[in-house]
Nanobody
Framework: QVQLVESGGGSVQAGDSLRLSCAAS????????MGWFRQAPGKRRERVAV?????????SYADSVKGRFTISRDSANNTVYLQMNSLKPEDTAVYYC????????????WGQGTRVTVSS
């Protein structure tokens, strides 16, 4: 079955950087659009950064992270990354990797999440 395993979360200070990784298995990586979502305490899950379609050539970012976060992928190793720079306390959340066969009309698989805590 499809497995998405995130890593790289942690506790940092405002202004620091983190890089999240998502290792995918059990799927044909090139068939899926991949992306990152997050859920802060008491809030709904929101889209952070995604490849809009499976080719990985078009990205989309939430306004709150534009210019600070970068999504990338290593197709040879079925891995998706989220480079997060200039972190802010409001970036504190559990970050989830996700995979979609329908260009985000639906999500076929979620990772278990990795926690990011940013203190001021």
């Amino acid at each position: 079955q499809v497995q998405l395993v995130e890593s790289g979360g942690g506790s940092v200070q405002a202004g620091d950087s983190l890089r999240l990784s998502c290792a995918a298995s059990g799927l044909t990586f090139s068939s899926y659009a991949m992306g990152w979502f997050r859920q802060a305490p008491g809030k709904r899950r929101e889209r952070v950064a995604v490849f809009k379609e499976r080719s990985g050539s078009i990205t989309s970012y939430a306004d709150s992270v534009k210019g600070r976060f970068t999504i990338s992928r290593d197709s040879a190793n079925n891995t998706v990354y989220l480079q997060m720079n200039s972190l802010k306390p409001e970036d504190t959340a559990v970050y989830y990797c996700a995979a979609s066969l329908t260009n985000w009309g639906t999500v076929q698989s979620w990772g278990q999440g990795t926690r990011v805590t940013v203190s001021s």
